[in-house]
Structures are given as structure tokens and as C-alpha cells.
């Protein structure tokens, strides 16, 4: 059964040792932050550290939604991306691999990856490649922390 984007994000946040919910270093995880943050594009999974650094974990399905990636606007405005995120990965399928490290060292050789593989009756994932840390890099400020608690509570409370 193929791992869906749900799936690598539920492994990620409860299996991973450096990016899990009960890990020391994890302050706080969001999915999906598109808006009221940042203006260079969308977050898959959002994981700020104690120290407040930003790490962003773009998962991917498949090698053409991986290729896409590479089109995205962020990248083009690689300079405010690089003092807002710290850490930068890609969490695939083990089975996307080798065909994605290949790709990944090629057009974003400071990405990590992240190989979320499927067992027999659960999933578990490690990191293959760790992600060289960006030297811009700010922690995240007051208002930013405010902001993201604020956009929580919107998605806690609209449905």
C-alpha cells in the first residue's frame, strides 16, 4: 500500500526521534502554514525548535510532485527563505530514494531527506541525509510566535 502525504506526516511527527512531539528539542509542530507567516509559499510540516529556529519538511509522493517542487516560488526568492527556515528537508517513501537523492543533490544540495519507510504493521522513518543549516537563519520573533498560535487557533476552531 502506497504512503500518502498524511501518512509521512503522521510518521514524522510521531516516530522521528529529532522531529517528534515528545522530542526535548521540538517547541511546537504545524502542518500546512501557507499563510499569515510567510510570503515565498507553503510549509508541508513546520518544526520550531526550543531554540526557535525553523526547520521545513516538504514531503513528497512521488518523483514528479518532487520535480515540481523545484518550481516553486520560495526557491526564487531563496534569500528570505534562508533567514526564515534553518533546516530545510524532503521526507519521501523509501521506495523514491534513489531516484530522489539524485534529484535532491542536484537542484537543493543542502536539503536533508527524510526515508519514511512502511513495515509490516506500522510505519517508521530516519534521516539519510542530514540538512546543511542555513547560516541567515533567525530565530523566530515574538510576534511571529503570536501569529502561528493565532493561525492554530483559526484552524482549531472553523470547523
Excluded at 510521531?14 to 507567516?37: P, T, Y
Aim: proline share 2%.
Amino acid at each position: 500500500m502506497k504512503l500518502t502525504a498524511k501518512d509521512i506526516a503522521w510518521t514524522i511527527v510521531n516516530r522521528s526521534k529529532r522531529f517528534a512531539l515528545r522530542s526535548s528539542n521540538v517547541f511546537f509542530l504545524m502542518e500546512n502554514v501557507s499563510w499569515g507567516l510567510f510570503n515565498w509559499g507553503e510549509v508541508d510540516l513546520l518544526v520550531c525548535s526550543k531554540a526557535l529556529y525553523l526547520t521545513d519538511i516538504e514531503i513528497k509522493t512521488s518523483i514528479s510532485d518532487l520535480k515540481a517542487d523545484f518550481k516553486k516560488k520560495k526557491w526564487g526568492v531563496w534569500g528570505n527563505f534562508k533567514r526564515d527556515i534553518k533546516y530545510h528537508y524532503y521526507a519521501i517513501p523509501e521506495d523514491l530514494y534513489d531516484k530522489a537523492k539524485i534529484i535532491i543533490d542536484k537542484h537543493q544540495p543542502n536539503s536533508g531527506i527524510i526515508v519514511v519507510k512502511r513495515n509490516r504493521f506500522d510505519t517508521s522513518c530516519k534521516i539519510v541525509k542530514k540538512a546543511v543549516a542555513s547560516k541567515l537563519a533567525k530565530p523566530m520573533k515574538e510576534r511571529n510566535i503570536i501569529n502561528l498560535a493565532r493561525l492554530a487557533m483559526f484552524r482549531h476552531w472553523r470547523d
